[in-house]
């Protein structure tokens, strides 16, 4: 992995700064993909969109945060490194702080997007370690079914996570009914998994094995 600039950002709440690493170029070696449409890439970290504070814990845009300077990773700080003593980065905020950011209204539908697939991930997380499997809460439900209108029919990788969503709210009839349609040649392996996992009436989140 080649590590892209350091940028260094001013929390909109506190005033204090923010770290914010980013990657030059990476790749998928190593992954671990999910039928949720999460990826954990140890070679391409994940760079969230919405993150907490590390001074105050109000969860940000990053990319709305005033940029105060950017690092390239090969050279020296210098005479700025003082300046910049109190900059930590950012976390990705948990499945219950994403619950309350979305209970104080999100705006935008791209973001309310972003947010709701982000909750869905964070609350499969404890799924994803394996052992006793916990149906979905209230709130996880809830959430999922207010992600379906937001994914748009005619993109392709919307449609295999609406099947998914479907399948994952045990509603394997709809689950179905998206999966026998078309896909791209890329995308099929993808959905022959979430397929045959939705025909044995499974709807749990599962790792995919694409070998
Ligand atoms: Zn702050």
Known sequence: MKPGPTIIRKCSACGKHILEYTVGS????????WTDGKRDAPMLPDQPWLVKCPHCSTLVWIDEQKQVVEIDPWW???GDA??????????EPTFTEYNAFLSAGVKTR?????VRLRTWWAGNDDRRKGGQIKPMTDAETANLRALLPLLKGKNRNDRLMKAEAFRELGMFEDAEALLSSRFEEGLMKAVEIIRSLNQSRSSTVAEMNFR
């Open 26 to 33: 990476g790749n998928t070696f190593g992954a671990r993909f």
């Open 76 to 78: 020296p700080v210098g």
């Open 82 to 91: 003082d300046r910049f003593k109190d900059a930590r980065s950012a976390t």
């Open 110 to 114: 791209k973001k309310e997007r972003y």
